[in-house]
């Protein structure tokens, strides 16, 4: 219906960091294929036009493609890569960042038969769906605006609401809705998710990241699971590997005080469990890693603080 138009709006207000002029909303534009990257997911919307990609949570992977969105509710460790991707054939995305309070607010002007009954245990943090030609419209509306500024302060926030009640009422709502709910299953799981990213370089017991979590062991394990597609041990893997990474790009020499920076105590360990992660030994990758950012035209990966993981 409009994926020409969005197409051609999409790569003309791509930035190198993929910021528009309205707060949260994000534009991706890739033309070449990468191998596969770890990153961060963010909390995001992310609806594909052009492209596709395949992205690895956990033990569960999803791919979508042009008509596709993918939701992420919790900002977890991933694995991304393109599937179809050219330079006269850029990967295009449109991405909006997700917020509780957005959710929460919609939820709470909804009326009592509108919102859907909530399901039982805790929904994945990511969910997979082709977008909806109402959700598609709002979208290229939500990108039209960038060509009038002087429409923008008033309709981008009308806009922005549409498309969150699109995907809330639509067939991945649990996935948000549950971000929006102050004493949700997800909301408790993301409590951990932020405490365990805050202390990663620290051991500790599953007993009292539950307990600080508001739930017995058995219902923390089960719904961290559901949520993540991991433990929450191999969470905290994830994120010591994925710091550990960027602290040798920096740091190449420092193989062994890196790997105790980030929580390991055996240099053994630390060495095989990045090579098992990365596929190189830490001291390889960390000098790939400094050859591609010296070499002009070189894949520079997703801007900092992006969403790399989920936008095309």
Known sequence: MCFEELRTLLARHARPDWTTAVDGVLISKVD????????????????????????????????????????????????????????????????????????????????????????????????????????????VRMVRLLDEPRDRAVLAPLVKREILWRVITGEQGATVRQLGLADSRLSHVSRAVGWIREHYAEPFLVEDVAR????????????????????????????????????????????????????????????????RQFGAPPSQDAARLRDAVRTPGAPAGAPTGAPAGVLP
């Open 32 to 139: 070449r294929p990468d191998p596969p990257a770890p990153s961060m997911s963010g909390t995001v919307l992310a609806v594909i036009a052009q492209g596709a990609k395949r992205l690895a949570l956990g033990d569960r992977v999803y791919e979508y493609g042009a008509g596709q969105y993918l939701v992420a509710s919790v900002d977890l460790p991933v694995t991304g890569q393109f599937l179809q991707v050219e330079p006269e054939q850029p990967a295009l995305g449109f991405g909006l960042t997700l917020e509780p309070s957005a959710v929460a607010e919609l939820l709470l002007r909804a009326g009592p038969g509108d919102n859907p009954r909530p399901e039982g245990g805790a929904p994945s943090a990511m969910a997979v769906s082709d977008a909806s030609p109402a959700l598609l419209d709002a979208v």
């Open 212 to 275: 600080m979590s508001g739930m017995s062991v058995s219902a923390f394990y089960r719904n961290f699971q559901a949520v993540t597609a991991m433990s929450p041990i191999q969470f905290q893997k994830q994120i010591r590997l994925q710091e550990a990474r960027l602290l040798l790009a920096t740091h190449p020499g420092e193989v062994t005080g890196v790997g105790r920076r980030v929580g390991y105590d055996n240099p053994s360990q630390f060495s095989r469990e990045y090579r």
